[in-house]
Structure formats: C-alpha cells, structure tokens
C-alpha cells in the first residue's frame, strides 16, 4: 500500500529547534530511516508531507501565536532533501500539509505553485483562531454546539476543495478528533462535501489510519462519507499521517477494509502532481 502522509518534525535533519542545527550528520540518514520503516511495515511509497505552518516562506498562512515559535524551516531545504532522497532511489514523494486559512488563498496559492511538489493535502485544522484538535485549546469544545462546529468546519472544507489548489482532502472528518459527535443528521453536510470534491477534477479524499491514535477512536472518514465520494466515483489516497516512523503504514488493513468495502481496488499515487492509480493489495 501507499502511505501518502506523514511528517518529519520529530526528526527534523535541520535542526528540531531555531537554533540547534546538528553538525556532522547527514539529514539523508533521516529519509532512510522513513524509508527503512516503510518497507518493514509493508509500503512500497510515501508522501512526506510536513505542516506548512513549519516554513518560514509560508509563515502568513496559519500566522497564530501557536505557531510563531513552530516557524523556522526553510522550503528550499526541505524540497531539496525530499527531492534528493528520491534520486537516491528511495521511494519517497516530495509533499506538503497545507492549511486551509479562509482568506489566506492568495499566499496559499503562491506555495503550492511556487515549489515542486509531488503532492498537496489540504486541511482545515482551524475554524477561526480555535485550532480545534489541538489538546491546549479543547476547553473551548465545552463553550461551543457541536453541531455548529461541524458546519463550520464542512463550511471552511467546502472553501478548501473550491481553491482548487490540493491533490487530497486529509483526515475530511477530523472534527469529531475529541469525540464530539453531531447530534443531528449531517448527511447534508457529506453530500455537500461529495459534490464540491467531484467538482474538482482529479481531486481525491484520504482515508487515514490516525482517527484510532486520537480521542475519538475512529477512522477518517465515517463509512457514510466515504460512501457519498465513491458513489461520485471520486479517487482515495492512503494514510497513517505518522508523526514516528513507527506509526508509518499503521492500522492500514483497517484502511483496506473501509476502502474495499465502499468499493474501492485502487489508491492514487502522485508524480509531480500526476494521479497513477495503485491497486490496494
Ligand atoms: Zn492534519
Ligand atoms: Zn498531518
């Protein structure tokens, strides 16, 4: 199988704080790390996919306190090791987290097109300045509906697909990653997800492994959702969205059981943004 998210922060080869960039080791060492693990737990590809909020070119998309001192990567650093470790021979694509900011498209617009990237996740981790599944801001869960939330996040998705910029919609329910559930019927709210996806051509939805480390305990996205995408024939990529290489490919025969279920053979692989179809094995 594919896993076409995941991040490098907790190895991060330039230095995992401003100023403590390591002497002497060779930042390649830690892409045959992500390789190595990837092939012991059975994926013949990745996606790294490193949250934007990281880059300092990027630092007007997110541009919440939370994320000031989190800002301090440098984008031509990070795309060259990707891009390196791939002429190395290892299986590795060169991708990006990107956070959906309502208003922020134009900066959004100028990273996705202005890099090489293989491929680019769109999420929606913020509905205004509440970054809803950081554990340092879940007090607000209890001052707020959840049912308001979960419009307002399908809300800021459906502004996400409608940019047009992504390759996959990450995590499309992460919402519930507390366990809040809706109490009233949000059918609408899938259908509607469904459609604007289905708009945009070529545009897939993830299913991720993630959702069973979280709270909530469940898979990304409810059976429900998954089912109104596939009925519209839209493609799926595949993903553990580890943070340790440990976590890589992890749970992903509950993955294929969601996506063969709802009748889904195959997953999408991306080449300089181009979509090759994988069978699910
Ligand atoms: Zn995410
Ligand atoms: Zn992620």
Not at 247 to 258: A, K, N, Q, W
Request: aromatic residues 10%; proline residues 5%.
């Amino acid at each position: 199988m594919l896993d076409y998210h995941m991040h490098v922060e907790n190895y991060y080869p330039f230095g995992r704080t401003p100023d403590s960039r390591p002497d002497g080791t060779d930042p390649m060492d830690t892409m045959r790390r992500f390789a190595a693990s990837a092939a012991e737990h059975g994926v013949r590809e990745i996606a790294i996919t490193e949250h934007v909020y990281h880059f300092v070119q990027a630092r007007d998309i997110v541009d919440r306190p939370w994320s000031d001192e989190k800002c301090f990567y440098d984008m031509d650093e990070y795309v060259d090791l990707l891009q390196s470790a791939r002429r190395e021979g290892l299986p590795i694509k060169t991708g990006i987290e990107m956070d959906y900011i309502e208003g922020r498209e134009p900066v959004i617009e100028r990273i996705v097109d202005g890099y090489p990237w293989d491929f680019v996740l769109g999420s929606v981790h913020w509905i205004g300045d509440w970054g809803f599944d950081l554990a340092s801001m879940a007090d607000e869960w209890d001052r707020r509906s959840v049912d308001q939330a979960y419009r307002d996040y399908f809300r800021l998705l459906g502004q996400a697909v409608q940019t047009g910029c992504f390759d996959s919609m990450s995590h499309p329910d992460l919402i519930k990653v507390m366990g809040h559930m809706p109490e009233g019927d949000i059918s609408d709210l899938y259908e509607t997800f469904a459609e604007q996806v289905s708009g945009q051509e070529g545009l897939c939805v993830e299913i991720s492994s993630a959702g069973f480390r979280k709270p909530v305990g469940r898979i990304y996205p409810e059976r429900p959702l998954l089912e109104a995408c596939a009925r519209r024939g839209i493609s799926i990529t595949t993903a553990s969205d580890a943070h340790v290489v440990e976590d890589i490919g992890r749970d992903f025969d509950r993955v294929r059981t969601l996506a063969e279920s709802c009748g889904y053979g195959e997953a999408m692989s991306f080449d300089g943004r181009r979509a090759t179809p994988v069978p699910i094995a």
